[in-house]
Every structure is written in C-alpha cells, then in structure tokens.
C-alpha cells in the first residue's frame, strides 16, 4: 500500500469514528436517526491536520460514520493539502452493496471528501444478504476507471476471503480487523499466515482498545520500563506484528504519543508477554 505518489504508508493511520459525529448511514440501525453528540468540529478539523503535519499520511474513514458526516471533516481537514501524498480509505456500509448502489455511494464519499479518487475501498463487513457477485462486480469496475486504487475488506474471516477472492478480478490488498493486545481471537495465526501468503495487509481496529489497554497491569509495568505510556505499549506491540493500527485520536497528547510509538522497541520476551496476554 501506498500513496498515489508513490510513498509509502506512515506505520500509523488515522481512525475516525466518532469525528464528525456517532450516528449512523444504516436506516436499519440501532441508533438511526439519532441526534449526533458532536459540537466539535473545528478541533476535530485542527486534530486531523496536525496528525498529516507530523507524518501520518493515511486516514480512516466510513459512509457509516456520522452518515458521512465524517467524509465531510476529513474533506474539509485535507482540503489545500497535497492529495497524491495522502492515503484515503472509505468503507461501504451493507446497504450500498446492492445492485446499482456502489458508484452513488462512491461518488457521495468523493464529493463529502473533496477529491477525485479513494486510494481503497473497503466492503465494511461481511453482511448478510448481499449478493457478493454483484456487489465485487461494481467496485472491480471503479478500480478499472481509477477512481478507487486498491480493494480491501474489513472484518472478513479466512473463509469469508476466499469466497471474496473467487469472484473479484482486483486483489484484496487489506483487511480491517478487529485487533489488540488485548483481543486476538480474530488475528490468530491461521489468519496472519493467510494474510501474509497473500500479501494481504493486516489493519488494526481498535487498536487501543478504546483505552482498555491503559487499565491493564502487565501493560503498565512494560510501559513504565520504557518510560512510556500503555496505549504506545499497544500500539508498538501491534506494529511487532506487522499490523497496520489506526488509532483514533483527537487529543494532541495522544497523536503524539500514538507517532511516538514508532520508535518503541520491544524485547523479545515483552513481546512474548504481550503476544500471551
Ligand atoms: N472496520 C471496522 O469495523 C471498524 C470498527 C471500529 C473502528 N474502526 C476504525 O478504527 C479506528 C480506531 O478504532 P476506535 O476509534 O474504535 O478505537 P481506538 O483507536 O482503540 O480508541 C480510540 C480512543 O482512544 C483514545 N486514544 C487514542 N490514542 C490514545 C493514547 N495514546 N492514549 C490514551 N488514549 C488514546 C482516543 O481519545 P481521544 O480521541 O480523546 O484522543 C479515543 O477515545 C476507528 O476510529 C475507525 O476508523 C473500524
């Protein structure tokens, strides 16, 4: 994965959900409808612009996220910079997948996010219902025109792949998974080796846990040894692993501790420790 411009990724992305507003694009949802707890987006703006500035080039965004409310902030935060130089990853939502759908669905996130392209387009999930043939067969054809550059899948089981992988002419550059130190049922190794042989790159959701990991015990006294915090623990345990995370993070303390991780080696035993928790 890289840039339009040919650079490579910043080993940590930028997650979104919750920027822009919760609410949801699904009209079948728990919380449709719902009135969006969110007054903040000029600091939401100046958070995702001080990310880019020092260094994380790649963003994380959904149709689902504040009904592509979210699209909008990011649009509006990228908006003057070098677009070939940024990474931007969307994700269709279960009720865009049908005949017909995809193309406007895309073409709304474009016009949310002010660009022309989507450097990677992720189905968000494996949905029920959705017939898969039809659906591959509208985002195959997006990535022919150029306007999407790479396919990827988000929440798919090694099962789940294969089905996807029979049908797609594109190849499955990425899968968005759920995954932590603290939560590997997903990522287990069948799915790393997998993923590896198909050169399938790993993206971590969650990858802090939504703070979880900044409670746990054996995590605070590594990230005390290297004079760190729990979440950077986290996050430099993941990177070990070869995992792309995307921490989502407004707090400028946090964006920079979070690009900091980079740096954090890790022995072999922590990792040991960490890989066993
Ligand atoms: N594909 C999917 O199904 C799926 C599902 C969930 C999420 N995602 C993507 O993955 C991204 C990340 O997941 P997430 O947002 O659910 O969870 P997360 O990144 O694990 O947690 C975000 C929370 O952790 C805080 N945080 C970030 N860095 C921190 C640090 N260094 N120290 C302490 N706290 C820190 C943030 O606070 P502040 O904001 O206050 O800094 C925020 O409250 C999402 O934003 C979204 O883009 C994808």
């Not at 411009?5 to 997650?15: A, Q």
């Not at 591959?136 to 089905?163: H, K, P």
């Amino acid at each position: 994965m890289h840039t339009k411009s040919g650079n490579p990724l910043f080993p940590i992305g930028i997650g979104t959900w919750n920027i822009g507003g919760s609410f949801s694009a699904d009209p079948t949802a728990k919380y449709k409808g719902a009135v969006p707890s969110y007054d903040n987006e000029s600091a939401e703006i100046e958070a995702l612009r001080y990310s880019i500035a020092n260094g994380q080039n790649h963003i994380d965004t959904a149709e689902l996220y504040g009904a592509f409310h979210t699209d909008e902030v990011v649009g509006k935060a990228i908006e003057g910079l070098s677009r070939e130089d940024l990474y931007i990853a969307d994700k269709l939502w279960r009720t865009s997948l049908g005949t017909g759908l995809v193309r406007p669905t895309v073409d709304k996130m474009l016009q949310k996010l002010g660009t022309e392209y989507l450097d990677m387009l992720y189905i968000h999930a494996p949905f029920e219902g959705v017939d898969w043939q039809e659906a591959i067969l509208q985002i195959d054809a997006l990535i022919d025109e150029g306007i999407v550059r790479d396919f990827g899948v988000s929440n798919f089981s090694v099962r789940d792949m294969e089905e996807v992988r029979k049908i797609a002419r594109h190849p499955i550059v990425a899968n968005q998974m759920n995954y932590n130190v603290l939560y590997k049922d997903e990522v287990n190794e069948e799915f790393k080796a997998y993923c590896e042989e198909n050169h399938i790159q790993i993206i971590a959701y969650q990858p802090v846990k939504r703070q979880a990991v900044m409670e746990d015990t054996t995590i605070q006294s590594i990230a005390k040894n290297h004079n760190v915090t729990p979440a950077q623990i986290a996050i430099a345990w993941l990177l070990t692993q070869n995992a792309l995370p995307i921490p989502k993070a407004i707090n400028m303390k946090h964006i920079d501790e979070n690009i900091n991780s980079v740096a954090i080696e890790l022995s072999e035993h922590e990792q040991e420790i960490l890989g066993a928790l």
